[in-house]
Nanobody
Framework: QVQLVESGGGLVQPGGSLKLSCGASGSLFRIFAMGWYRQAPGKERELVAIITSDGNTNYADSVKGRFTISRENPKNTVHLQMNDLKPEDMGVYYC????????????????WGKGTPVTVSS
């Protein structure tokens, strides 16, 4: 019923930039919060940034001042602009959107993308 597709991951040198995008499609009624998480090898998945339907944002301390989350509501898309990337930013980045479908209405649940890898290396 709902699909999330991420794009924009890849290989970048330390200090470089990448922009991730995640679009939702399917039987959408309303999208609430949108967020990005990452998981490094051998570590648990962690929150990177989140943006509410009102546009309020929250970031992990480790990315504040370097990453910016934004959303394009007409396109059901969330972006993550990542600047000054560091090796510790490496991992698989997952998009999560809290969505109510046309079948569930305001009763929303979380949907996850399949992830896009980010490698920071010289």
């Amino acid at each position: 019923q709902v699909q999330l597709v991420e794009s924009g991951g890849g290989l970048v040198q330390p200090g470089g930039s990448l922009k991730l995008s995640c679009g939702a499609s399917g039987s959408l009624f309303r999208i609430f919060a949108m967020g990005w998480y990452r998981q490094a090898p051998g570590k648990e998945r962690e929150l990177v940034a989140i943006i509410t339907s009102d546009g309020n944002t929250n970031y992990a301390d480790s990315v504040k001042g370097r990453f910016t989350i934004s959303r394009e509501n007409p396109k059901n898309t969330v972006h993550l602009q990542m600047n000054d990337l560091k090796p510790e930013d490496m991992g698989v980045y997952y998009c999560k959107q809290t969505i109510g479908t046309i079948y569930t209405g305001w009763d929303a649940r979380d949907y996850w993308g399949k992830g896009t890898p980010v490698t920071v290396s010289s």
